[in-house]
């Protein structure tokens, strides 16, 4: 199943993209629980696609894939690194990237498999992990890289407003352990991987992280970003791709 959110007029609310992924049936309340559908249903051009959620929190993983580790200048960790996002970085699909050129020279994709929690959770074991799981859906883990250098810790660095897309929408059915991921800038390929390949995978990632931190439905998980990470500039269009969900794009403009 697609859960979308979506704003149409004055209201947002979730919905369930149906087959062909031209209408949206509306769903009565959050997904949370059971989905309930109002009788509503929407074409999709009459609607805007919004972020799929708005998480209390963002969780990252840093370096969880071995060829990024590489390719920033050292050895994968050990165990998974793990950073916050703001809430307030969160945009959806279609809204802009702002570029704050004032502060940084060198703002660059990530793109992600992003893990959407369904309840509320502390202390899940791996082998439980995944019935706290909602669904999946794109990210891109936008990064200030010069920032991110200077600083030692990443939080200025990944956390500017409008620093995480998410999107389109949350596939609730799928197996995430080996989905086709790609990042293209302007129609051309930047990154491209397997989830296969995450060094930690998302049920250890889940045990890992809610040992430190209760997560509540609707927070996030982003899973690491492969090699091939890179700048963008004004003007740039970015998709992040997953098999089985969807393309993410946004555009990049000038924060100044």
Not at 26 to 34: A, L, N
Not at 133 to 159: E, M, P, S
Request: glycine residues 12%; aromatic residues 6%.
């Amino acid at each position: 199943m697609r859960i979308a959110r979506f704003s149409k007029g004055d209201g947002v609310a979730f919905g369930v993209v149906e087959e062909g992924e031209q209408v949206v049936a509306r769903i009565d309340g959050h997904p949370f629980g059971g989905v309930e559908l109002t009788g509503e249903r929407y074409p999709l051009a009459e609607v805007r696609i919004v972020a799929p959620m708005l998480p209390s929190k963002v969780v990252a993983i840093g370096k969880n894939y071995a060829d990024h580790a590489r390719e920033m200048g050292g050895e994968a960790p050990g165990e998974p690194l793990i950073f916050l996002k703001p809430s307030t970085s969160v945009i959806g699909p279609g809204e802009a990237i702002a570029y704050p050129g004032k502060l940084s020279q060198q703002v660059d994709y990530e793109g992600e498999l992003a893990v959407v929690i369904g309840r509320l959770c502390r202390d899940v074991p791996v082998e439980r992990a995944r019935e706290v799981i909602f669904g999946y859906t794109c990210a891109n883990d936008v990064t200030a890289r010069d920032l991110q250098k200077q600083d030692g810790q990443w939080t200025r660095a990944k956390g500017f407003d409008t620093f995480c897309p998410l999107g389109p929408w949350i596939e609730t059915d799928l197996d995430p352990d080996d989905l086709a991921l790609t990042t293209s800038v302007n129609g051309e390929l930047k990154q491209s991987a397997r989830t296969s390949l995450l060094l930690h995978d998302i049920p250890t990632l889940i045990a890992y992280v809610s040992s430190v931190m209760t997560l509540l439905p609707g927070d996030i998980i982003l899973t690491g970003t492969p090699a091939g990470v890179g700048p963008m500039s004004v003007g740039d269009e970015v998709s992040v791709g997953i098999e089985g969900i969807g393309t993410l794009t946004n555009r990049v403009i000038s924060r100044d």
